[in-house]
């Protein structure tokens, strides 16, 4: 697929649809700034003229990106980004997507990177000994906190990573993420397993993310897995509801199935 004035198509991911590869191209040109925010996007016409989509495919994307709050649509004048300082809601569906956290937004770390152990993250990550390492950052997006996330990791990739400086300094900002760092030394992320669910913020927790002692926050738990399907890093984030939004499409089920 070819590019529109502008805008830089991706590579598609396999089994990748037409309208998500494009509402993911258009994302991902948004978070680095390639459109004034003053100035209309492309027009679904001008987009689906030159890129061969129909103006549906067009259409499915940019309702994608206006129900992230991406975007926003003025009738008569065209659809516009959603300035910055009055968004932050990303979109991840696939592992690729957390990656490009890198994007726009910062690592802080907490508690640097150090050994420890809890039986309950040692069944998690199928380790049989008594060792693996922690790490605890929160991450920023402009210079607002919206999650804290504490890492676990293997014996062996802990002790890979605790070479390098921006793991071990308190305090020290990058715009790294762990599975990238991962993948960086070798590692072949396949897939992560998700679980959400509702905590309440400790006292720590609050100082961290600025928030009221006891507000709701989203635990959103991950557990990467790579390509020899063995557990490599198991992520623990709490989120500030307003900075985090779950969307799933459901289909209805066949009839081999009930």
């Known amino acids: 697929m070819e590019s529109a004035p502008g805008l830089v198509m991706r590579p598609s991911y396999p089994g990748e649809s037409r309208y998500r590869l494009l509402a993911r191209s258009l994302r991902e040109d948004i978070l680095e700034d390639r459109f004034a925010e003053d100035d209309p996007l492309p027009t679904e016409a001008a987009l689906a003229q030159e890129l061969s989509l129909s103006r549906q495919t067009v259409r499915r994307a940019f309702l994608e ?66 060792s693996m390492y922690s790490v605890l950052f929160r991450r920023l997006h402009r210079g607002e906190v919206f999650c804290t996330t504490r890492v676990f990791l293997p014996p062996a990739m802990g002790s890979t990573l605790e070479q390098l400086p921006f793991l071990v300094e308190p305090g020290h900002r990058s715009g790294i993420t762990i599975i990238g760092l991962l993948e960086s030394q070798g590692v072949t992320i396949a897939e992560a397993e998700q679980m959400t669910t509702a905590v309440a913020a400790t006292e720590e927790q609050a100082g961290w993310l600025g928030c009221a002692v006891g507000a709701p926050l989203l635990r959103i738990e991950r557990l990467y897995i790579d390509a020899t399907d063995q557990p490599v890093e198991l992520a623990i984030s709490d989120y500030l509801p307003e900075h985090f939004s779950h969307r799933l499409r459901l289909g209805r089920a066949t009839a081999a199935e009930h």
């Open 65 to 130: 990106l206006v129900s992230e709050g991406l975007v926003f649509r003025v009738p008569g004048r065209g659809t516009f980004i959603t300035p910055k300082g009055s968004r932050y809601r990303r979109r991840f569906s696939s592992v690729d997507d957390l990656m490009n956290l890198t994007l726009d937004t910062e690592l802080e770390v907490l508690d640097p990177l150090t050994g420890t152990f809890d039986q309950a993250i040692a069944e998690r990550l199928q380790l049989s000994g008594r």
